[in-house]
């Protein structure tokens, strides 16, 4: 029989003990937007062998020109991301096992859905959730691969505990909202993504490999328009007695699990870029979705799949998925989201 990874094998790095240990590997993708996808096309072609592929969003028209592993009938017929990307990838390698999560990512599910992996890969739009890997990351001692994209250029680093820095050494608190919202008026080309994206995988296979290298304590900035990449060594804050006594890094050394723990972070969520808040299940439990379409239908227009439903009271878009959380588009005030939602879909 013809072997898939002969090629790969056939690089030095790797070998037949490199392909045996990528066989083995379980990785979780947090969030399959244009990084997320890229990577998890990536490492799906490599053979790793179990990837869970969570995203709490469905495919847009607007994704396809950087999201390539999405098509536009995906974008038709409204289907979560992650569903959409597990029917890609189990085509494209069949030897895999793919575990496909339609949630977002919070305190309440981080443990039971990132604790049993090799490697994560952050595939997020937003920092709130980054904190919540990189406590995941220091509490299970699993490491990480961050990577972030504006416009043409980005930023990536493997975050290895016990060896490297982590996320929070290099940046202490999340940074204030407005500065968070840059993707929307920078944009973001798709081309920039491919090359950091890659990169990420690259990171990924390393950590997976076992290989010394994995985790070199940089932080790698890439300008893609204009061609260059910086490398910033970035040092774990450690505790210190002198001159003045410094607790050092909240995360990686003093073991408080803020974001974990519950303690930071929101349930209503501007999404950025898309004019749209995003409000978390009251823990409610799950939603029957065809009584709650049936119901809608007397109010305004309704679209359903299997995944969610979407009711159309312009100026506003509800799309209710069956966890309970709803993503509320034509408003980017959570208080008005709550609102809407309060008001169509129940308090
Ligand atoms: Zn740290």
């Not at 204030?176 to 973001?188: F, H, I, K, L």
């Not at 920039?192 to 390393?206: D, H, L, N, P, T």
Request: proline share 4%; net charge neutral.
């Amino acid at each position: 029989m013809e072997d898939r990874y002969r090629r790969q094998k056939a690089f030095i790095e790797v070998g037949e003990s490199g392909q045996a240990l990528l066989s083995k590997a379980r990785v979780v993708i947090c969030g399959m937007g244009a990084l997320g996808a890229m990577v998890a096309e990536r490492l799906c072609r490599s053979g790793i062998g179990f990837m869970r592929l969570i995203d709490r969003d469905w495919v847009e028209l607007d994704n396809l020109p950087r999201q390539t592993l999405y098509t536009t009938r995906d974008a038709l017929e409204i289907r979560p991301k992650s569903i959409a990307a597990f029917e890609h990838l189990s085509a494209i390698n069949p030897d895999i096992l793919l575990e496909p999560i339609v949630e977002d990512l919070t305190h309440l599910n981080a443990e039971k859905w990132m604790s049993d992996v090799d490697c994560i890969i952050d595939g997020t739009d937003n920092f709130e959730t980054r904190y919540l890997i990189n406590d995941l990351s220091a509490r299970c001692r699993i490491p990480w691969v961050h990577a972030g994209i504006v416009g043409a250029s980005g930023q990536s680093m493997a975050f290895v505990p016990a060896k490297t820095a982590c996320f929070r050494c290099l940046l202490p608190e999340p940074p204030p909202v407005e500065q968070m919202q840059t993707c929307d008026s920078a944009g973001v080309l798709g081309a920039a993504v491919g090359v950091i994206a890659s990169w990420q995988a690259m990171e990924a296979i390393k950590i997976l490999l076992k290989k010394e290298i994995a985790g070199d304590g940089f932080l790698r900035v890439f300008d893609l328009w204009a061609g260059e990449v910086r490398k910033i060594r970035v040092p774990r804050n450690l505790a210190s007695e002198s001159p003045v006594f410094q607790p050092g890094c909240r995360t990686c050394v003093q073991y408080q699990f803020d974001f974990l723990d519950g303690k930071m972070g929101t349930h209503a969520r501007v999404l950025c870029g898309r004019g749209a808040v995003q409000l978390q299940s009251s823990g409610r439990g799950h939603l029957d979705l065809a009584l709650l379409a049936k119901r809608l239908r007397k109010e305004g227009q309704v679209t359903e799949n299997a995944f969610l439903v979407r009711f159309t009271h312009l100026p506003y878009i509800v799309s209710v998925f069956a966890d309970g959380r709803a993503i509320v588009q034509g408003t980017e005030n959570p208080d008005e989201a709550r609102k809407i939602y309060a008001r169509w879909i129940g308090g």
